[in-house]
């Protein structure tokens, strides 16, 4: 084995995990030393082109309280027919199907480069997708005309069978019937009064017929969820129709005086939304995606009153608890948020407007179920259009880049416990001996929900290592964890994906060197961020700032090499080196920082945050910025004030915005025109380089990054200076002096003070 | 028992009471000395014959055993003396008509077994001393005997005329009763006769009454010009000339003269009360009130009452201020009105506008009379169908939604404009609600279902109400569509209040008032508010709980109907039950919004197709105000304080409707608070506030001047019996929802018993109190009283539901006079007795079993039901030509059709049952009845002369009841 970074990353592709560290330190106490907690990044559905699924069941442990699954890592006794389960130890006989096993002819979930594999259960009715689009229809004319073309485009992305209903609101909300012929029909709810589900359903209709239903499904078993539901339809059979009412749809005809805000029921809609999937079509995957261009302002949910005079709430309000429906909104949105979670399904939101539309209160539909947050300015931007489209992108299958109702499983071996998940799940509450006491995420159990998945959706998931420090691990000892993922494909089969991996033990007195050098920092980065965000949601934003600098500074004295109040002498080893600057640029962040974000930003990234994978939340911690010259090809250069040049494009990917930013000269140089010159071409090119590239970005990207082009002096420039490490400010700008590159206006430290700061602070026997 | 009426348009005799001598007053022997066989009571035909002389229709009338001869002569002598004889002074006035009862000890002189219980031993008591005496005897026996030579007064010096048409003052009154001595002396054996029932003929008879009024009154049109006037009644046709009060089309009251004081008024018992139909239709010949604007500054009026300008009102200082004619205020004229007076001190202008010079006319309302101070849109109709299980079975749907698409053509419109103002919409239901939107820009209807039907809400605001013309495609589409969407419906559920709020909520965004057509078919017992349960329980009744069937179950339609009416929202009911579906809960809004109710119980398309289409196609033509407001106001000394109709009040003067068409009306009661003047007389002015079917806001204005008396006599002469009933009834029949049955039945009695033995006291000339004299203005009430106390509310027969007495109730409640007295006492039509060329409507005969004659054919009708009844030995000619069957027999029991034949007696017979239906504001369903079939009962309960199956009365027994009342009140 080559290094590290090779086994990690090689690690990484085939399994779709990354731990904090990759040799164990041997002991709770040890553990706990080593100040970033052992955890791991799992993208429990990492695009596999090469893993064709096994069309079989996984052969599990007969402990009843195990029930892990065969994996490479198990002992096989080929003659006698029987594997030990490698967390508990329980011999097991092999199934009468694996009759003809032996050491040559193995089942691939023994293979070791199998130690991720995943098994399609042919058991169990299928039952088609389900897509469920609430359309709010307060809307501009012309975002309406944008917002309907968008959804008839989407219908013919679906596949045939998918069933599809339609709800939409304004003041009211309206539940569309789509078999109907002749006289296009829907169901009326007020959009002021909060309805429990029973209500919803006997109000719809659903629960009546239920009854000789279920008398009829011994019969016919298969054909129950297609008629169960005169709301949601197979599109195939009423693609016409519903293309026809979407065309039909007209804006919400309620007058609304000047000076207020239309009256937008969301949080009624949501509610019957979910009561009606609850109903008809419960444990399925289904995805109820909102559509909505504004602030919930009536009923349960409502965010903001329809005065317009009265502001929706802002950081400031929040802090002063001054946001009087915030608590009532989110609890509402929490209880449907649930609700969704225990049946499975999942929200999406797609909220286009120019003030907030309170995501801020919203958040926990897709945060809880796994669902999509979409913000943009306006439903008539591409941002909006192409994001929406890769929604329904096709991988190298044909099939949707989307599961559904998947409940994610972990399994250690004894001197490990579990300490919880951050991401897009909930907790299913089951206990074990492996559950941990001490709670990090969401804890308190080994199975999580996620309702709604996609190949880059990550968890952080954090152990605890429980082994005494006086029951040393003997030497080549391994743990083992083991993640099993059943979840419904978007083919609608059932699969399950099983991930089993091992890493070595090792003491952390006696082998500190090889701890330190399995440190992985990004992912250790990314999986304290998440741990800070996570804090962020429920504490006081400077709180987290101080305990992630205490963090930080515990790891510099554990891990850096210096003399005691020295601050000269710190240096820490290269698997620590970016650390520090990771902690930096993420106490500047979005995710920590709400000043100059309104809670719906927050919220919104915050949400991102919590479910991408570990490139990309890197890339949201530490923007990227790439500088375009004659100089040279394009390279990378420090997210920097002092990389802002004159005579430099830059392009800067935040994950959210893509910035090209043309320096000063440039500008001047594209405001003469000389790109159109034919003796400039190569000005022309150069110009084009940063389009190209950042076009690349924003084919991949989900979701659909604001695209800025701006230039020095421009308005939107500032989306670079709040980023960039404000090495040159007003303060210093004379002192430094020598090279140029641009001043930032602000009184933020910069990375040098900070790490002044921190060495200062490492070296210091004082804390 | 012996009655009398005089009813002769010119009786010989000059007394306004013709006084028929209780002849076996005598025979009774209650004065010592007399002893008279019991034989001698045969000679109460004095009377008769007298009677009988003066009935026009001799031949009719006379039944077989009534056989004495008509001697007019010696019963004028007879009457002159009696008077005579008791020494009756010059107290007599008024013209009236007495009555003698007589009895025998015992029941039996009845001759009839089924004499009613009720009035037996009642009529019994009053007779036990009877006064008898010798002259009478003798007095009865020369009238008898010689009654041709009997002495009579001049006819032309008596003030007889009276009864005429002319009915003006009799100064003769004191005098025609000169013969007292002589009558007395007068001698003669008691005339021994056999003992016989009393004769119906000798009784007053509506017919008679209404047949002399079309004679006398129908011809001249009547003028309004002068105060006090009576009008004709009701049944005549006559055409009106507005002068100054309002037409008696609009407005007719109990007395058109007013005792000037309130003991009067309690001692007469006469309920003061005008009957105001205030949109009520005109004939053609009559034009409708004009339209006055006032401008800006809107109508003129009193700044103190707030009276509108009307030709009451006093111009004086040359025309600079005017008198209020209601309060005394003195007002100045405005400016622009300033008109001078001339040298009566009217204005020169007076006859060039409307509202100086005419009883009734419209003001153009200005923005401050409106809602919001905002001119109102144009009102709207929403059509709200029940597509539950039942509605569908029956056809009713398809029905409906077939006859919708041509009706809405013909929605009510303003004078000649070209399309109708009014917007549509419509809503079907069952246990939810489908709201439709028929926006003209649809390619088809959309459907919108509310579910929520706990909390309301109308899901919709455009394209929900729709104007015909524009969205004609896109309802057409609907309405094909509605039958077929719910033709499998398994839903048996529904609600109601929902539907109600619903079209209501529907109205209030679109911010205009409207009415609501409702199309019902059961009890609403799905969970809705306003969920009803089946309470009918007929062991209530006669019970004191009674009242419940009458009361509504729950409180939450009052509520809601006050909601209604406050938004301007009629509501309109058209019932299809099957069973019990509580009328009286489901018909409370209808009745506070100023709505109608109509109900086709087992509704079958085939045979009741014709009836509800009508009804329904009038009830959607017919021109509506909308969101009305009603106010009557009284010159000072009398106060209106009781009001009886279909409408709201929020408070104790304002009628508040939320809708008012042209059959609907009120019922005002007044009452005194101060001392009236003679001079002055008193005033009546009621005024309207409504929105016009093209959404303009107006005032209409009712004028009406009566007099006031001193004497009570002025009172009982100028007194209309129908109106009277009408009031009665509505009294009762509200009396029902609070107090038991009996005592409301009760009430009633004693009240009429009261004013006739007032009238008896104060009014009539002393005489025998065996004798039942009534005033002639009044001589119908006991006959129409007993028909209110024997209708369906007041003592219901076996077959009547809860709900039919419910339904009747409210009905009656917002009746005019006419329709009361048609229904009360239904007119019963010979139909081969007159000429087959006779274009008129054949002379109606009295309502009684005894009057038919099995070898014709009889129309009945009440306003509601329409009976055709054929005697057994009919002719076959005849049977051949109506119905094409050769035989009786096979004519088909319970027809509602007559088959389409042409030969002039078919021809007859269906012009004029059309002619009648056309009468009538609802469609009245045909039956054929067969003498001797089982279908003769229903029949037979609308013979209201008759002893009824549920007890009531027949009209004689309950004349000797009155009598006995009247005589205990007077003892």
């Known amino acids: 084995m080559a290094t590290y970074l090779e086994f990690i990353q090689q690690n990484e592709e085939r399994d779709g995990v990354r731990f904090s560290w990759n040799v164990w330190p041997s002991s709770r106490l040890e553990a706990t030393r080593m100040v970033v907690p052992l955890a791991c990044l799992l993208t429990p559905l990492k695009e596999r082109p090469d893993l064709p699924p096994v069309q079989y069941e996984p052969v599990l442990c007969s402990r009843p309280t195990c029930k892990a699954v065969l994996n490479p890592l198990c002992q096989v006794d080929y003659r006698a027919k029987l594997w030990a389960c490698n967390f508990c130890f329980q011999r097991n006989q092999f199934p009468p199907a694996y009759a003809g096993i032996s050491e040559v002819n193995q089942p691939a979930e023994l293979m070791p480069q199998f130690s991720t594999i995943e098994y399609v259960i042919q058991r169990g009715a299928q039952s088609p997708l389900i897509f469920l689009y609430v359309v709010d229809t307060c809307l501009e004319e012309d975002d309406l005309q944008a917002l309907k073309e968008s959804l008839q485009m989407s219908l013919s992305l679906l596949p045939p069978d998918a069933l599809v209903g339609l709800i939409t609101f304004g003041r009211m909300v309206q539940v569309h019937e789509l078999s109907c012929e002749g006289i296009s029909k829907s169901y009326v709810f007020r959009g002021t009064k909060d309805l429990t589900a029973k209500q919803i359903q006997d109000m719809l209709g659903l629960s009546k017929p239920a009854m000789p239903m279920q008398q009829a499904r011994p019969a016919q078993p298969q054909e129950h969820p297609f008629v169960s539901s005169r709301f949601l339809q197979p599109i195939q059979k009423i693609d016409m129709n519903l293309t026809d009412l979407l065309g039909e749809l007209q804006r919400d005809p309620w007058p609304v005086t000047q000076g207020k805000r239309p009256l937008r029921s969301t949080g009624v809609a949501l509610s019957i939304a979910v009561g009606l999937l609850e109903g008809t079509f419960p444990n399925t995957g289904a995805r109820i995606m909102l559509f909505t261009g504004g602030p919930p302002t009536q009923g349960p949910g409502m965010v903001v009153g329809d005065e317009l005079k009265i502001p929706i709430r802002s950081w400031h309000d929040i802090e002063k608890d001054n946001a009087r429906f915030m608590k009532k909104a989110t609890k509402h949105y929490e209880m449907l948020a649930n609700r969704t979670a225990a049946n499975g399904h999942c929200i999406d939101i797609y909220a286009c407007a120019l003030d907030q539309t309170g995501l801020l209160e919203m958040k926990c539909c897709t945060n809880l179920t796994g669902g999509h947050m979409v913000m943009g300015d306006s439903f008539n931007t591409s941002l909006f259009k192409q994001t929406f489209q890769r929604i329904f992108s096709k991988d190298f299958n044909g099939d949707f880049r989307m599961a559904f109702g998947a409940t994610l499983e972990v399994k250690t071996s004894r001197e490990l416990k579990i300490a919880g998940a951050i991401g897009p799940c909930v907790s299913l509450n089951m206990k074990g001996p492996c559950v941990s006491e001490n709670e990090l995420g969401v804890g308190g159990t080994s199975q999580w929900k996620i309702c709604g998945l996609d190949p880059t959706s990550t968890l952080g998931i954090y152990f605890e290592v429980v082994n005494q420090h006086n029951a040393p691990i003997p030497q080549g000892g391994r743990g083992a964890i083991q993640f099993v993922t059943q979840y419904q494909h978007s083919s609608t089969q059932k699969r399950i994906r099983v991930t089993t991996i091992a890493r070595n033990w090792a003491d952390a007195q006696s082998q500190l060197r090889h701890i330190e050098a399995a440190f992985d920092q990004e992912a250790a980065a990314v999986l304290m961020a998440r741990l800070g965000v996570f804090r962020a949601e429920s504490e006081e934003g400077p709180d987290v700032l101080r305990w992630l600098d205490r963090q930080l500074i515990r790891l510099c004295q554990k891990f850096g090499q210096y003399n005691k109040e020295d601050p000269t002498s710190f240096r820490l080893s290269d698997s620590f080196s970016l650390y520090p600057q990771f902690m930096f640029h993420l106490r500047r962040s979005p995710f920590l920082q709400v000043f100059n974000n309104s809670p719906d930003e927050s919220s919104y990234y915050r949400h991102h945050f919590a479910r991408q994978d570990l490139t990309q939340s890197l890339i949201m911690i530490q923007p990227i910025l790439y500088s375009y010259s004659f100089h040279g090809p394009p390279e990378p250069v420090l997210l920097d004030s002092s990389s802002i040049l004159a005579d430099r494009i830059l392009l800067m990917d935040t994950f959210f915005q893509i910035v090209i930013y043309l320096g000063e000269t440039i500008a001047q140089w594209q405001k003469a025109g000389y790109q159109d010159m034919p003796e400039y071409e190569n000005f022309k090119h150069l110009l084009q380089a940063p389009l190209d590239d950042a076009q690349e970005i924003l084919q991949a990207r989900f979701p659909m990054p604001r695209y800025i082009n701006t230039e020095h002096g421009g308005s939107q420039a500032r989306f670079l200076l709040s980023k960039v490490n404000p090495s040159q400010t007003h303060n210093n700008l004379y002192a430094w002096g020598q090279e140029t590159g641009a001043p930032i206006l602000t009184d933020d430290v910069s990375l040098q003070v900070f790490m002044d700061h921190l060495k200062k602070l490492a070296v210091s026997s004082a804390c | 028992m012996n009655v009398n009426q005089s009813a002769a348009p010119v009786p010989p005799f000059g007394q306004p009471q013709p006084i028929y001598p209780g002849y076996h007053q005598s025979n009774y022997g209650g004065q010592p000395g007399t002893t008279a066989p019991p ?933």
Not at chain 2, 276 to 293: F, G, H, N, Q, T
Not at chain 2, 390 to 399: D, E, F, P
Not at chain 2, 450 to 468: E, I, K, R, T, Y
């Open chain 2, 39 to 971: 034989t001698s009571y045969g000679a109460y035909n004095g009377p008769v014959p007298g009677y009988q002389q003066t009935l026009p229709q001799g031949v009719s009338r006379a039944p077989p055993s009534s056989g004495a001869p008509p001697v007019s002569t010696a019963q004028a002598t007879c009457g002159q003396t009696a008077y005579g004889q008791f020494g009756q002074g010059d107290v007599q006035n008024g013209p009236s008509s007495t009555v003698q009862m007589q009895r025998l000890p015992g029941s039996q002189p009845f001759g009839s077994p089924l004499a009613p219980v009720v009035s037996q031993p009642a009529v019994l008591q009053p007779y036990g001393p009877p006064p008898t005496s010798a002259q009478v005897t003798a007095q009865l026996a020369g009238m008898q005997i010689s009654g041709a030579m009997a002495p009579a007064p001049p006819p032309s010096g008596l003030g007889y005329g009276s009864f005429g048409p002319t009915r003006g003052p009799q100064p003769n009154y004191g005098s025609p009763y000169p013969g007292a001595p002589t009558f007395g002396s007068q001698p003669g054996p008691p005339q021994p006769l056999p003992p016989k029932r009393l004769d119906p003929d000798a009784i007053p008879s509506p017919i008679q009454v209404i047949e002399d009024d079309r004679n006398n009154r129908g011809s001249e049109p009547f003028v309004t010009g002068v105060r006090g006037q009576v009008p004709p009644l009701v049944t005549t046709s006559f055409l009106v000339k507005d002068q100054g009060n309002a037409s008696p089309r609009y407005i007719r009251c109990t007395s058109y003269n007013i005792p000037c004081t309130s003991d009067m008024a309690k001692q007469a018992q006469v309920p003061l009360a005008a009957v105001i139909k205030p949109l009520a239709r005109l004939p053609p010949e009559e034009a409708s009130p004009y339209v006055v604007d006032h401008g800006e500054s809107g109508p003129l009026r009193c700044n103190r009452c707030k009276a509108y300008m009307c030709p009451f009102m006093q111009f004086i200082e040359g025309g600079r201020r005017f008198q209020c004619c209601f309060c005394s205020c003195i007002n100045d004229v405005p400016p622009q009105y300033f008109q001078h007076l001339d040298h009566t001190g009217k204005r020169v202008d007076a006859y060039d506008r409307p509202e100086l010079s005419l009883g009734s006319y419209e003001f153009l309302a200005t923005v401050d009379y409106c809602k919001n101070n905002k001119f109102p849109s144009p009102p709207a109709f929403i059509f709200m169908i029940d597509v539950s299980y039942n509605a569908i079975r029956t056809g009713l749907v398809r029905l409906l939604c077939e006859e919708l698409k041509s009706l809405l053509d013909y929605l009510p419109r303003e004078g000649g404009a070209e399309e109708s103002a009014i917007r549509v919409g419509f809503v079907t239901y069952n246990k939810v609600l489908h709201f439709y939107n028929v926006k003209s820009s649809l390619a088809q209807p959309q459907m919108m279902v509310v579910s929520d039907v706990a909390d309301m809400f109308v899901p919709l605001l455009d394209g929900f109400l729709v104007n015909v013309n524009e969205s004609r495609a896109v309802i057409t589409s609907l309405l094909d569509q509605i039958p077929e969407m719910f033709a499998d419906t398994r839903e048996t559920e529904t609600v109601f209040a929902p539907v109600i709020q619903a079209g209501m909520e529907a109205l209030k965004a679109a911010e205009c008032a409207g009415k609501l057509f409702l199309f019902h078919t059961s009890l609403p017992i799905a969970e809705a508010p306003g969920k009803l349960k089946n309470r009918d329980d007929r062991k209530l009744i006669n019970t004191d709980k009674e009242k419940t069937l009458f009361q509504p179950q729950t409180g939450a339609y009052q509520t809601l109907a006050k909601e209604c009416v406050a938004q301007g929202c009629c509501v309109d009911l058209f019932l299809f039950p099957n069973q019990y579906v509580d009328v009286a809960t489901l018909s409370v809004v209808p009745q506070l919004t100023g709505g109608s109710v109509y109900k086709y119980a087992c509704f079958q398309v085939e045979n009741d197709q014709e009836r509800f289409l009508s009804d329904l196609r009038r009830d959607v033509q017919k021109v509506v105000g909308f969101d009305a407001v009603m106010r009557v106001r009284t010159s000072t000394g009398i106060r209106a304080v009781d009001f009886f109709g279909a409408f709201y009040m929020s408070n104790t003067t304002d009628v508040e409707l939320a809708g008012l068409d042209g059959d609907k009306t009120v019922t005002v009661e007044f009452k005194h608070d101060d001392r009236l003047n003679e001079e002055s007389g008193a005033l009546l002015q009621c005024a309207l506030l409504y929105t016009s079917c093209a959404g303009q806001r107006r005032l209409r204005i009712h004028n009406l001047a009566l007099n006031c008396c001193t004497l009570l006599a002025d009172l009982y002469r100028n007194c209309e019996t129908d109106t009277l009933i009408n009031y009665m009834a509505k009294f009762a029949y509200r009396g029902v929802l609070n107090s038991p049955v009996k005592s409301v039945r009760d009430t009633l009695i004693t009240q009429c018993a009261q004013i006739l033995a007032c009238y008896r006291k104060n009014c009539a000339s002393p005489s025998s109190a065996g004798q039942l004299i009534l005033p002639e203005c009044m001589k119908l009430l006991p006959v129409y009283l007993n028909c209110v106390l024997k209708s369906d509310v007041l003592q219901p027969g076996a077959e009547v539901t809860t709900d039919d007495r419910a339904y009747v109730r409210q009905l009656v409640t917002s009746m005019d006079v006419a329709e009361t007295n048609v229904f009360f006492y239904p007119r019963l039509l010979p139909l081969t007795k007159s000429p087959i060329e006779s274009t008129t409507e054949p002379p109606a005969i009295r309502a009684s079993e005894e009057r038919l004659s099995n070898g014709d054919i009889y129309l009945l009708e009440n306003g509601l039901n329409l009976f055709l009844w054929v005697g057994a030995s009919v002719q076959q000619g005849v049977v051949q030509s109506l119905f094409n069957v050769p035989s009786f027999s096979q004519i088909t029991s319970g027809l509602s059709v007559l088959p389409v034949l042409d030969n002039p007696l078919s021809k007859k017979v269906r012009g004029l049952i059309d002619s009648l239906r056309a009468q009538r504001s609802r469609y009245m369903k045909l039956i054929v009845v067969k003498q001797e079939d089982k279908l003769e009962m229903l029949f037979k309960h609308f013979l209201v002369e008759d002893k009824s199956l549920s007890g009531g009365a027949s009209y004689v027994d309950f004349l000797c009841h009155m009598h006995k009342e009247i005589r205990q009140l007077l003892s």
